[in-house]
């Protein structure tokens, strides 16, 4: 099995900045792709940004330019800096990590934009 562990949420204004962490831990393997997702009340969960095994970054139109992600292997962790924050990004962030086929999610940790 493999746990995930996400931190950095919180409480920020309209143009701030935060930086989201993963780590994973437990039965972890390579290669692997890691994506953060986001959900907000009443939505759908919604794909954010993804990083594949090879290091290609990919993300959602709305958060182009604002948000990048990154890994270190070494931690077997992902990262997602958000600056330029907006009301509309508030909600729960989840880490995913997909390997040998399978998904594995965290808890997820709340993000919220207001003034």
């Known amino acids: 099995q493999v746990q995930l562990v996400e931190s950095g949420g919180g409480l920020v204004q309209p143009g701030g900045s935060l930086r989201l962490s993963c780590a994973a831990s437990g039965k972890v393997f390579s290669p692997y792709s890691m994506a953060w997702y986001r959900q907000a009340p009443g939505k759908q969960r919604e794909l954010v940004a993804s990083?594949?095994?090879?290091?290609?970054?990919e993300y959602a139109d709305s958060v182009k330019d604002r948000f990048t992600i990154s890994r270190d292997n070494a931690k077997n962790s992902v990262y997602l800096q958000m600056n330029n924050l907006k009301p509309d990004d508030t909600a729960v962030y989840y880490c995913?990590?997909?390997?040998?086929?399978?998904?594995?999610w965290g808890q997820g940790t709340q993000v919220t934009v207001s003034s």
């Open positions: 995913k990590r997909r390997q040998r086929s399978t998904d594995y």
């Open positions: 990083i594949s095994n090879l290091g290609t970054m």
